[in-house]
């Protein structure tokens, strides 16, 4: 028996082992610390976190973090990273398109929605890097906690952490049969049901399996035909099995599918609209805009739909050595997107426009990690290879009818109204308007990445610890660009017709296509079928039409060393002070509307000192630090609207910052928890001229200075009929600081209706009842409260072409009541 129990005992350690295994993978449990005897006080839980790839206390771990627990995303009824965002100051997550989200901390993010870059802000689930923002922004399922590591991250966790690292961790199948049953209904015809199921198959195997669908009618309806414009529906599952294949070795193999299908995010325009025919005038005028607030919203793009498949796997096997662990981590994950969106923001024909992103992603990982500990070192070590394999089709669709608008307000003549007007004068059968024109930009990347890695942490002395840490990276990527000329099959055979009935004109003014040369303006241009057959709208840049039809290939590789130096020194038992110098590294890449266009790699310094303080007799823990970084040669791809026709540019720039991050935990009493958090900071352009002129050095690049989060929950005893929990929560986001270049990026911006990066503010409210046994439990939920409400920015791609610009504006308040059974 005695046999039995330790093999037991240590198949248990061993599962605690495997969170080790995931590439630096942040864990964290809370344990409660055992009260002295006779002392009923209060005491905080201890939080255990394995951020350095080692068990550790949090006072102990020198790096800021934040960590949130499952009880959080219980009392906001949080779904995926991006409902949760607000409440960990610095961190943004933008996911208005899921598919195409984008993560920012500290002021760093990815400027470029392409295949062509990577991400500044890493995500892992399990350890498994997640890629890009089409496969980060996924449902929550049994989702234990989540750790967002600020500052680069690169020595422990590897390639595109320069700003920090989002870790999520998802809970193990246990020895313990156990089920949990949810179910969730609020406005807007929210539907939500999840369930999970514990099974354990004998001493050495165990599974566990999720499975989630959600529904939503949508909060924004078509003024029009009164149909909803972003409802959807979203499934996912989740199997994991663990299995102890000896005392020593442990297996853990998990499986992940997701399906969304919902509609694009609605653009609502706020231009005002003369009566047709009547056109605005082209560049819209800004002084003019509407407030997208309580707006009608329209569309009549046929399809505006957004949908992800995804599938993944991880196998993890560990294996325990007399001197510590080696640990095998492979994994695989796919998701194909499709995101066709409004960009006009009207059900006008002739001012028809909207863009689509299609993409196609498929990644292997494979790592090996040494882990062990003397009496003075800690130590880790470890490589790994990642593969992706990724399509991209980035579309632009109009109509003739649009074309033709954007003809007249740019070059002043409607070129295809004057030719369907002789078409009709001359009896010719053709219709030049109500026809689709669509261009298209096709890229694909082939790209691997190789690194080694290790962490030394020396136990100087009893209070000095000093930590080195190096990783050494390289990648490696093969790149294509594709762009046809515009496809518009019905419109080319019309204007083949006229040119048979000698009708098509056999020259036009240069400027009316905009192919005027300096000192030429006056030229004229001869033109026929095949010339307009040829001529673009979108993409039409020198570098790209010199490119049409034509595939192009780069292949390239970068590297880079990145460096880790910590110093951290405990004064008492209670207390850390701690310094560290860290390098982070994001690959180099190519501008996926470029062709031939590669940047090097961006590279961020980080330095840091804090304190770490854990008050058990006080029952308050707080953390805070201070930082300063240098991020050198930020790419960005920025829609230039400077031009008659909008284009995709790269912008180099060169940001630096500094600030301050505090976090506190205090328990007064059993019944009652209290959490802050904050940051503040001042991020500025160290060097930056803009592609359309402005030089923003020296001005701030957006960022808000401060933010903050706080919580409370309080617990009300019932005796025999179980308890209620009340909990409080409130974000709040200050106003973005805008430079000289904000209002053409329409990010940030003061208009006489709306502001575009005013500070924002959230408050959640969750109020539950328990049972005696722990097993049922109803719950109500409010999101929101204030039902406050922002405009996210604007779609200006058709604001120079066509007169149109829309605007994006943040959820309303939600409310439900959510039922739960669990055993």
């Known amino acids: 028996m005695k046999q039995r129990n330790l093999a037991i005992g240590l198949r248990r350690a061993l599962a605690g082992c495997m969170a080790l295994g995931a590439s630096g993978a942040a864990m964290a449990q809370q344990t409660p610390a055992p009260a002295a005897a006779g002392d009923a006080a209060t005491t905080l839980d201890r939080i255990v976190v394995t951020a350095q790839s080692r068990e550790q206390e949090l006072k102990d771990v020198p790096i800021a973090l934040q960590v949130v627990g499952e009880d959080v995303m219980a009392q906001t009824a949080a779904e995926n990273l991006g409902d949760l965002d607000s409440f960990v100051p610095g961190l943004s997550v933008s996911d208005d398109q899921p598919t195409q989200a984008g993560f920012k901390l500290r002021g760093l993010s990815t400027g470029d929605f392409g295949i062509g870059t990577d991400p500044t802000v890493g995500v892992y689930v399990d350890g498994v890097y997640a890629g890009r923002g089409g496969g980060t922004v996924l449902p929550f399922l049994d989702v234990e906690h989540i750790e967002v590591l600020k500052g680069p991250q690169g020595t422990l966790f590897g390639r595109n952490t320069a700003a920090g690292a989002v870790s999520i961790v998802t809970k193990r199948p246990s020895d313990q049969v156990e089920g949990r049953a949810r179910l969730r209904a609020g406005n807007y015809g929210k539907r939500y049901v999840d369930g999970m199921l ?42 994991a099995m663990r299995w102890d294949i000896r005392d020593d070795t442990q297996m853990l193999l998990t499986w992940d599918h997701e399906e969304l299908d919902q509609r694009s995010h609605p653009t609502i325009g706020i231009v005002p609209l003369p009566s047709a025919p009547g056109t605005p005038p082209v560049p819209a005028d800004g002084s003019q805009y509407q407030d997208p607030i309580g707006h009608a919203a329209y569309t009549d793009v046929p399809d505006n739909d957004e949908t992800r498949t995804f599938d993944g796997a991880t196998l993890i096997l560990d294996h325990a050595f007399d001197w510590g662990h080696l640990t095998s981590m492979t994994a695989w994950r796919r998701f194909d997107t499709y995101n066709r969106a409004e960009e006009d923001g009207t059900n006008r024909r002739d001012l028809y426009l909207d863009t689509i992103n299609i993409e196609d992603n498929t990644t292997w990982y494979q790592e090996f990690k040494f882990s062990g500990n003397t009496a003075r070192l800690d130590w880790v070590a470890g ?225 840091e000192a804090g304190i770490k303080r854990d008050l058990r007799d006080q029952r308050v823990q707080y953390e805070a630090s201070a930082f300063r970084y240098v991020y050198d040669n930020r790419q960005a791809i ?55 002129g402005h030089d923003l050095s020296g001005e701030p690049t957006g960022e808000a200075n ?75 939920y409010a999101n929101n409260v204030f039902d406050n409400r922002y405009v996210n920015g604007l779609h200006t791609y058709g604001t120079t072409v066509i007169g149109t610009t829309g605007a994006g504006i943040s959820e309303p308040r939600y409310y439900g009541m959510e039922l739960q059974y669990q055993f």
């Open 383 to 607: 490589a790994s290879a990642f593969r992706e394999k990724a399509s991209q089709s980035s579309v632009v669709d109009l109509t003739s009818d649009s074309i033709n608008t954007a003809a007249t307000g740019l070059y002043g003549l409607p070129l295809f109204g004057m030719l369907q007007d002789a078409a009709d004068f001359y009896g010719i059968p053709v219709q030049l308007f109500g026809n689709p024109w669509r261009e298209s930009y096709d890229n694909t990347v082939d790209a691997t990445a190789y690194a080694a890695f290790g962490d030394v942490i020396w136990h100087a002395t009893d209070k000095l610890n000093l930590t080195f840490g190096l990783r050494y990276t390289r990648d490696e990527k093969t790149f294509t660009w594709f762009n046809d000329h515009h496809r518009a099959d019905a419109l080319n055979q019309g204007l083949q017709v006229l040119e048979q009935y000698g009708v098509l004109p056999q020259q036009v003014p240069c400027s009316m296509l905009g192919l005027c040369v300096p000192g030429g303006e006056d030229a004229m241009v001869d033109i026929d079928a095949a010339f307009l057959a040829a001529f673009d709208l979108a993409f039409s840049d020198p570098v790209s039409m010199a490119n049409k039809g034509v595939t192009n290939r780069a292949k390239h590789a970068w590297s880079d060393w990145s460096p880790r130096l910590v110093i951290d020194y405990h004064p008492s038992d209670d207390t850390m002070l701690f310094a560290s110098l860290a390098k982070g590294y994001k690959a180099g890449g190519y501008n996926a509307f470029s062709p031939g266009a590669r940047f090097d790699n961006e590279e961020v310094w980080n330095f």
């Open 198 to 239: 514990n099974l354990p198959a004998g001493e050495a195997v165990a599974f566990r399996i999720n499975a989630l669908h959600n529904q939503t009618d949508g909060w924004l309806d078509d003024a029009a035909t009164g149909k909803p414009l972003n409802d959807g529906r979203n499934w996912a599952t989740r199997a």
């Open 706 to 780: 401060w933010s903050f989060a706080a919580g409370l929950a309080y617990t009300i005893p019932l005796a025999v009929n179980g308890d209620l929990l009340f909990s409080l929560r409130h974000s709040y986001g200050g106003r973005s600081r805008c430079n000289s270049g904000s209002s053409s990026q329409g990010n940030c911006g003061r208009y006489a209706s709306f502001t575009i990066g005013e500070e924002r503010n959230r408050t959640d409210l969750y109020l539950r009842w328990r049972s005696p046994s722990a097993q049922w439990s109803v719950a109500a």
């Open 638 to 692: 920025r829609l230039d609207t400077s031009q008659d026709i909008p284009r995709y540019v790269v912008s180099t720039s060169d940001l630096a910052a500094w600030g301050v991050d505090f976090s506190a935990r205090w328990q007064p009493t059993e019944r009652l928890s209290v959490d802050v958090a904050t940051e503040w900071i001042d991020a500025t352009y160290k060097d930056f001229v803009t592609p359309d």
